[in-house]
């Protein structure tokens, strides 16, 4: 039985009564999203017992106002648009009228159920984790604060995620503007209307996947990108093909235009002024919503009182077993942002405090695993990758092949009228391996799995070639990338061969 939140917790070793008693705990956990969960289960599985704080909504960010109302809103999003944009020649175009507040209504309750399903009742039902709702500080190297309690653990994990950043934009703090919390439920910043015109402020996925989604629903898009392309830490090409496609759907993204300030004009229109090549331009909007990167939930954690070393942009330093400067202090998930090659995404964050939980608690500790991290981007076609690009396998020193194939060649990119996107393979040209693929493509991220157990398994070029691919399918992209390493994809017949 876990301790009504708030509540009183159960003591496990308690101190001899002062005037406070002390609740110590195997573990304690600062935060209550994926990652925090994970090692809370792991660590009970091993017999032991977990104090998981949480300071907003348990279950963090993923469940609650990123991965799943995202994906939630985005296939609503998808029927209305395919409805309207009928492929085949034969299908007349057909509104679909909706509701955004039943719409939205719906992802809410769709929130939580599962935050119920995956979180809430898996906590309950285990002896040996508390929940204690509230702010944690650490105040000591084996000391939290929380609700006015003060908790002792053996280990500390720090999971306490990210949240979008505000960039330092002049007039922004004076104007009303969204992040991606609008996604959230039971707050206030959930958003119920759907907005007649909207100016994005960012080209990373999150601005992608919402500016298209508000696209399909009917709002005008603007996304405004200070840099030179949309996703910069991706292939070029991807870059370029998702670019591409957006635009094609009528999409308004400017690239290279870094936001000077934003204003809000009597009537109420946000009027963000951007620095083009074509110079100043001003673009007006019902709604502004800011997209630009997150930052790590690490400040007034008092992390620096206990030792714990954070960098430059805040994320909690670890080793390459999770461990921060103090061994008995551990970090995972999007606190750590990029630290020992790890990336800000929820299956990253769940497996590695489960590796937390094995590594303080077990014989056998592992290093964390970053090497093949498959991602996806649910824009529509999706983007999915797994491994270096080129450029990352060239700078460590790989002697590189590399080949971009467009998906009309694949057979069911015809069969289905969907030619959208590419398939690129980056491959060590020394040994045949591939160390890299990025797919742009309905279902992309389905597809990337394929991909993903390869790289794990050191599969070669001649691995993808030789496997039997289900007729037509999508997968097939990465076996006619392959190929075309040694002849013209464009000239194979049926099942690639
Ligand atoms: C719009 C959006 C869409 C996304 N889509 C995807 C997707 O499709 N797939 C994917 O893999 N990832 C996606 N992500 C990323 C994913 O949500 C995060 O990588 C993941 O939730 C990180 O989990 P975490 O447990 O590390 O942190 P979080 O889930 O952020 O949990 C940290 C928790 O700690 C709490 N906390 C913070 N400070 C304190 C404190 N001092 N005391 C107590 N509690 C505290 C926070 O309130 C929060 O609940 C998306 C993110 C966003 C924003």
């Known amino acids: 039985m876990s301790a009504a939140t708030g509540g009183p917790a159960t003591p496990t070793n308690a101190a001899p009564n002062p005037a406070v008693v002390a609740e110590h705990y195997d573990l304690v956990v600062l935060g209550a999203g994926s990652t925090a969960f994970a090692a809370a289960l792991r660590a009970a599985e091993l017999g032991k017992t977990v104090a998981l704080t949480e300071s907003?909504?348990?279950?963090?960010?993923?469940?609650?106002?990123?991965?799943?109302?995202?994906?939630?809103?985005?296939?609503?999003?998808?029927?209305?648009?395919?409805?309207?944009?009928?492929?085949?020649?034969?299908?007349?175009?057909?509104?679909?009228?909706?509701?955004?507040?039943?719409?939205?209504?719906?992802?809410?309750?769709?929130?939580?159920?599962?935050?119920?399903?995956?979180?809430?009742?898996?906590?309950?039902?285990?002896?040996?984790?508390?929940?204690?709702?509230?702010?944690?500080?650490v105040i000591g190297p084996h000391t939290v604060v929380v609700a006015g309690r003060q908790i002792t653990g053996q280990h500390l994990l720090v999971a306490t995620g990210s949240r979008p950043q505000i960039p330092a934009i002049p007039g922004l703090d004076q104007v009303p503007y969204l992040t991606s919390d609008w996604l959230t439920s039971d707050e206030p910043v959930e958003l119920f209307e759907l907005p007649e015109s909207l100016v994005i402020v960012g080209g990373g996925y999150i601005a992608l996947e919402l500016g298209q989604m508000f696209h399909r629903f009917g709002s005008q898009v603007t996304i405004l990108e200070r840099g030179r392309r949309v996703l910069p830490a991706y292939e070029p090409e991807v870059s370029s093909a998702i670019t591409q496609a957006l635009r094609a759907e009528g999409l308004d993204l400017v690239t290279r235009a870094p936001v000077q300030r934003v204003d809000q004009?009597?009537?109420?229109?946000?009027?963000?002024?951007?620095?083009?090549?074509?110079?100043?331009?001003?673009?007006?909007?019902?709604?502004?919503?800011?997209?630009?990167?997150?930052?790590?939930?690490?400040?007034?954690?008092?992390?620096?009182?206990?030792?714990?070393?954070?960098?430059?942009?805040?994320?909690?330093?670890?080793?390459?077993?999770?461990?921060?400067?103090?061994?008995?202090?551990?970090?995972a998930g999007d606190v750590i942002g990029g630290q020992a090659d790890s990336q800000m995404a929820t299956p990253v964050g769940a497996h590695d405090g489960g590796l937390v939980a094995r590594n303080a608690f077990g014989d056998d500790r592992r290093k964390a695993e970053h090497a093949v991290l498959p991602r996806a981007i649910f824009t529509d076609p999706q983007v999915a990758v797994v491994g270096l690009t080129d450029a990352e396998a060239t700078a460590l020193g790989f002697r590189c092949w590399c080949n971009t194939i467009p998906v009309s060649l694949v057979p069911r990119a015809g069969a289905i009228h969907d030619p959208r996107g590419l398939a690129k393979m980056v491959i060590d040209d020394d040994t045949g391996r591939v160390l890299g693929v990025s797919l742009v493509m309905r279902e992309a991220a389905e597809v990337i799995h394929e991909?993903?157990?390869?790289?794990?398994?050191?599969?070669?070029?001649?691995?993808?070639?030789?496997?039997?691919?289900?007729?037509?399918?999508l997968a097939e992209a990465l076996k006619i990338v392959a190929i075309s390493r040694f002849k013209d994809p464009g000239q194979l017949s049926c099942c690639a061969e």
């Not at 993923?62 to 492929?87: F, M, T």
């Not at 955004?100 to 159920?113: A, G, M």
């Not at 100043?280 to 709604?287: G, I, L, N, P």
């Not at 070669?460 to 039997?468: A, C, E, K, Q, V």
Request: one cysteine or more; glycine letters at 8%; proline letters at 5%.
């Open 451 to 473: 991909a993903a157990m390869a790289l794990r398994l050191g599969a070669s070029i001649h691995d993808f070639i030789d496997l039997l691919h289900v007729y037509p399918t």
């Open 265 to 331: 004009a009597p009537d109420g229109t946000i009027v963000v002024v951007a620095q083009t090549p074509g110079g100043e331009q001003h673009y007006r909007a019902a709604r502004l919503l800011v997209a630009s990167g997150r930052v790590p939930n690490t400040d007034a954690l008092g992390l620096e009182r206990a030792g714990v070393g954070l960098d430059q942009r805040g994320f909690v330093e670890v080793n390459d077993y999770l461990q921060t400067a103090v061994p008995h202090i551990w970090a």
């Open 56 to 137: 907003r909504t348990l279950g963090g960010t993923c469940v609650n106002r990123g991965c799943l109302p995202s994906k939630n809103l985005i296939e609503a999003a998808r029927l209305v648009w395919d409805a309207q944009h009928p492929r085949y020649p034969g299908l007349q175009p057909a509104r679909i009228d909706f509701d955004f507040r039943e719409l939205i209504r719906q992802k809410d309750e769709v929130i939580r159920t599962y935050r119920e399903r995956k979180y809430t009742s898996l906590v309950e039902a285990a002896e040996r984790i508390t929940t204690l709702v509230g702010r944690a500080t």
